[in-house]
């Protein structure tokens, strides 16, 4: 679909007089469906055919009002905001590393890049330590304030005003290079038409990254706190490529998503991937329903299970893939490249010795999971397989890291839908994929107590487990069903307090969650959802007499709910 440029969408919105306005507003209320040719009221609007529209003159009504018409500002913010200013959408996705987080896939020369999230950079680029302008301060800072107004609205009643403000910030936000905050707010507008959840969870990102740039103060080291725009796509023709791994990414700069890493006959690799803003919640839905390019709809579940044909396609340095409308795709037969896998990617092929949640052993070699991957629960899964001993197993590993398993005999099956290949952290594995588990070890004989007494305790067997170290019981956090029902109410009040404003807090069904969060042994998220309740008591009255909540501290609240 045709994307617009924050710049223009507020341009023609800002170009138009009160008036006008209000009947944008109308419009928005019952919204049409975009394309190329729309139909707002009795005229028709048309949208040049191009990825980005990058001038005012690319959208056109035929009425006798235009430009300055509502139905051309109505097109104009239905359209999806564009992810980079200068409209380089030939190289990028819709929504394609929307963190720009670092690839975890080496470049297409065969080289290994870097691993930090948020930097979207190769490896080996030298580390800048970069400070804080004032400018990108005071951009923050307003930026920051005016979003507190949203949550006063609510996104159900967001007219022409509010929407060509959020345009503006964004323009502002890419302007100052604050890209962490302006992913996830495109993110945030991307999503004013879609699901609550990943709209309220894209809004949370940004304040909380505009929150601590705002905290940092003019000056300041920021890391990697402002994120690094993304390199340029650049066409690098035909690709025939094979899946090496898939993997989760939970980014530290509140991004997640999955990632998947293919492999050429040079033994170079390149990656696709899919970021979306918050928690991580939304992988297990990004992996089995997120597509990558325009004409195969195929999710990346499927993509990092077969061979994959390209044309025209386009990459960065780092070999990540772009999704353009130009990239032609077609997928081939079912199969993974780990035969042709080079350094510093290794196939270990042995019998299963034992396993714990923080990895799996395999022919007296520990593979450990990845950080992403333990905190989606594969722990379980290895600690499954780990009893199946005697279990052949292949396994695809970097520098002594699990990415991926195929049964080559035994008792574990992988279901025919996986095409026989475990990726750690993205496909859920239960109790059935494992046969008859082989009888546990017997522990060593005790040392009788006449033994004990003369001194002579025998041979005894080291204290050691076999299945490599073990974590303690209490590391493997609270995944009971109570904590995740406790995150839904929590969630759910953020999303309705977005929707509608803070009236909704006004409902008794908010004392009787807070009760029911104290029940289930969740004080400090009863005392957050208080909190957000107390927020809207903070204010002063308008002119015709009407209550306005204060909205710095309504977004105060609001954002550290989010964040329980």
Not at 65 to 89: D, F, M
Not at 210 to 216: F, G, I, K
Not at 402 to 421: D, H, K, N, Q, R
Not at 514 to 530: D, I, K, S, V
Request: with cysteine; proline share 5%; glycine share 12%.
């Amino acid at each position: 679909m045709t994307r617009i440029s924050p710049a223009v969408q507020a341009a023609i919105v800002d170009a138009l007089s009160p008036r006008v306005h209000r009947r944008v507003d109308v419009y928005l209320a019952e919204p049409p469906q975009v394309g190329t040719v729309t139909v707002v009221g009795e005229a028709t609007v048309t949208v040049a055919e191009v990825e980005v529209v990058t001038s005012p003159e690319q959208v056109r009504c035929n009425c006798l009002l235009a430009p300055r018409c509502a139905h051309r500002a109505v097109v104009a913010l239905l359209l999806e905001p564009s992810e980079a200013e200068e409209g380089q959408a030939a190289g990028t996705a819709a929504g394609e590393t929307a963190a720009g987080a670092g690839s975890l896939a080496g470049t297409a020369a065969g080289t290994t890049a870097g691993a930090a999230a948020g930097t979207g950079s190769p490896a080996g680029a030298a580390e800048q330590e970069l400070r804080l302008t004032a400018a990108q301060h005071r951009v923050a800072t307003e930026v920051l304030e005016r979003l507190g107004g949203v949550l006063l609205t609510g996104t159900s009643r967001l007219g022409a005003t509010s929407r060509a403000a959020l345009a503006r910030d964004l323009h502002l936000l890419r302007a100052h290079s604050l890209v962490t905050a302006d992913r996830a707010l495109t993110a945030f507008v991307q999503q004013l038409g879609g699901g609550a959840r990943q709209r309220a969870q894209a809004l949370a990102t940004a304040l909380l990254n505009l929150h601590q740039v705002v905290a940092l103060g003019a000056g300041a080291p920021v890391g990697d706190l402002l994120g690094s725009a993304r390199g340029s796509y650049r066409e690098v023709g035909a690709l025939r490529l094979v899946p090496l791994y898939a993997e989760p990414v939970l980014a530290a700069s509140g991004f997640s998503g999955v990632q998947v890493v293919y492999t050429d006959a040079s033994g170079g690799t390149w990656s696709v991937a899919r970021l979306r803003p918050g928690d991580g919640s939304e992988v297990q839905s990004v992996y089995e329903a997120e597509k990558v390019w325009q004409e195969l709809s195929v999710p990346l579940l499927r993509l990092s299970r077969h061979r994959l044909l390209l044309a025209r396609a386009t990459a960065r340095d780092d070999g990540r893939l772009g999704a353009g409308a130009q990239v032609r795709a077609s997928l081939g037969a079912a199969g993974t490249g780990w035969d042709q896998a080079r350094a510093p990617y290794e196939v270990v092929e042995a019998e299963i010795s034992g396993g714990n949640r923080r990895g799996l052993k395999v022919g007296g070699r520990f593979l450990a999971l990845r950080e992403a991957a333990r905190a989606r629960g594969a722990g379980l899964a290895t600690e499954l397989f780990g009893a199946a001993r005697g279990t052949r197993v292949r396994c695809l590993s970097r520098a002594g890291e699990l990415l991926g398993l195929s049964v080559v005999s035994g008792i574990i099956t992988v279901p025919a839908a996986l095409s026989g290949v475990w990726w750690p952290g993205l496909d859920v594995v239960n109790r059935s994929w494992v046969g008859a588990l082989p009888p546990e070890k017997p522990l060593p004989e005790s040392p009788k107590a006449e033994d004990l007494l003369a001194g002579d305790h025998g041979p005894q067997e080291p204290l050691t487990e076999a299945h490599g170290p073990q974590e303690p019981l209490t590391e493997t956090g609270w995944t009971g069903d109570g904590p995740v029902e406790v995150r839904q109410v929590t969630a759910r009040w953020c999303q309705r307090v977005l929707d509608a404003g803070p009236a909704v807090l006004a409902s008794p069904a908010l004392e009787r969650d807070r009760q029911w969060l104290r029940a289930a042994g969740a004080p400090f998220a009863a005392e957050l959802l208080g909190g957000l309740e107390a927020a809207r008591h903070v204010g002063s009255r308008r002119f015709d007499g009407t209550w306005q909540a204060d909205a710095a501290e309504l977004r105060g609240a609001w954002l550290a709910l989010s964040q329980y």
